[in-house]
């Protein structure tokens, strides 16, 4: 697969764009990212007039023995945690349009580069998502996930394209799988949400300050301003919040904080725990 994408000018405007953006909320708001994030974005410095390359990318990597390759926007669960197991790090070849700048239904590759990228620096950060990946990558995936990953990509990539009728038959269909995955969610789907909670959208919250360490929600430069203003409901994420919904083509309304990056294992454990004994009651039957 070739290594340079055809982006246009407007992409490359829309990519300037958001690093102007982004460089506003790393001096105006540094408290706001965690230090794992923050000590690397300078590692992006060099791309500030252009989207780079796989080649680029792979160079920025090859110091962590990591690669970059290209998936399609809204990768599923099981892809992702496949790529990261093997030290590849998944880039969204497309770029959000124009009029999303500030928040992108799907991820792209302003999200994979600004988000994911700069932790990736820090040994810390691989040995978690490493923890993570062992645990993902190894699940069966049922007809469940399938219909999951399908209807929410569906939803994300057709947002204002859409009759109203349409729209509001998709979303009720999504409504009531996500009624159905809260009570009975497939190994995948719960390692799914551990992987959106403290990968995309986690927060750690001390006594002091809040701090961003999730993708999705450090490239939402609209949630993030929400966000410094608090402006925001928070709820300490374990083995029950962890459950709660999430619309990924839309921004947050309640986000999981942790008090610290350790509560992560202790949660780690409680899933495969909960996973152990569903399997012995033979509670996963979807395909």
Same mark, same amino acid.
């Given at each position: 697969?070739?290594?340079?994408?055809?982006?246009?000018?407007?992409?490359?405007?829309?990519?300037?764009?958001?690093?102007?953006?982004?460089?506003?909320?790393?001096?105006?708001?540094?408290?706001?990212?965690?230090?794992?994030?923050?000590?690397?974005?300078?590692?992006?410095?060099?791309?500030?007039?252009?989207?780079?390359?796989?080649?680029?990318?792979?160079?920025?990597?090859?110091?962590?023995?990591?690669?970059?390759?290209?998936?399609?926007?809204?990768?599923?669960?099981?892809?992702? #945690?496949?790529?990261?197991?093997?030290?590849?790090?998944?880039?969204?070849?497309?770029?959000?349009?124009?009029?999303?700048?500030?928040?992108?239904?799907?991820?792209?590759?302003?999200?994979?580069?600004?988000?994911?990228?700069?932790?990736?620096?820090?040994?810390?950060?691989?040995?978690?998502?490493?923890?993570?990946?062992?645990?993902?990558?190894?699940?069966?995936?049922?007809?469940?996930?399938?219909?999951?990953?399908?209807?929410?990509?569906?939803?994300?990539?057709?947002?204002?394209?859409?009759?109203?009728?349409? #729209?509001?038959?998709?979303?009720?269909?999504?409504?009531?799988?996500?009624?159905?995955?809260?009570?009975?969610?497939?190994?995948?789907?719960?390692?799914?949400?551990?992987?959106?909670?403290?990968?995309?959208?986690?927060?750690?919250?001390?006594?002091?300050?809040?701090?961003?360490?999730?993708?999705?929600?450090?490239?939402?430069?609209?949630?993030?301003?929400?966000?410094?203003?608090?402006?925001?409901?928070?709820?300490?994420?374990?083995?029950?919040?962890?459950?709660?919904?999430?619309?990924?083509?839309?921004?947050?309304?309640?986000?999981?904080?942790?008090?610290?990056?350790?509560?992560?294992?202790?949660?780690?454990?409680?899933?495969?725990?909960?996973?152990?004994?569903?399997?012995?009651?033979?509670?996963? #039957?979807?395909?």
């Amino acid at each position: 697969m070739s290594s340079n994408y055809p982006y246009s000018e407007t992409d490359q405007e829309s990519w300037r764009r958001f690093f102007v953006a982004m460089e506003s909320m790393w001096t105006g708001h540094a408290d706001l990212f965690h230090p794992w994030y923050l000590n690397n974005v300078s590692r992006l410095l060099p791309f500030r007039e252009r989207i780079p390359n796989l080649d680029e990318l792979n160079l920025v990597l090859a110091p962590i023995a990591w690669k970059a390759q290209y998936v399609d926007g809204l990768a599923p669960a099981w892809q992702i #945690a496949e790529l990261l197991n093997r030290q590849i790090m998944p880039v969204a070849r497309t770029i959000r349009p124009a009029d999303q700048v500030f928040f992108a239904n799907e991820p792209d590759i302003i999200h994979d580069i600004f988000g994911h990228l700069p932790c990736l620096f820090e040994a810390d950060y691989r040995q978690l998502l490493k923890a993570w990946t062992v645990e993902a990558s190894h699940q069966t995936i049922t007809d469940l996930d399938r219909v999951n990953y399908h209807l929410n990509r569906h939803i994300a990539r057709s947002q204002g394209h859409l009759s109203p009728e349409t #729209a509001s038959s998709l979303e009720a269909a999504a409504r009531a799988l996500e009624n159905f995955t809260e009570q009975s969610p497939s190994p995948t789907m719960l390692w799914e949400k551990v992987y959106f909670w403290i990968f995309e959208f986690g927060l750690v919250k001390t006594r002091e300050k809040v701090q961003v360490l999730g993708a999705g929600l450090i490239t939402s430069i609209r949630e993030l301003e929400r966000l410094a203003r608090g402006n925001v409901r928070l709820k300490e994420l374990d083995r029950d919040t962890l459950l709660a919904s999430y619309h990924i083509s839309s921004e947050q309304d309640l986000y999981h904080t942790m008090p610290s990056l350790r509560e992560c294992e202790d949660l780690f454990q409680s899933v495969k725990l909960r996973l152990s004994h569903s399997l012995k009651l033979g509670e996963f #039957a979807h395909g």
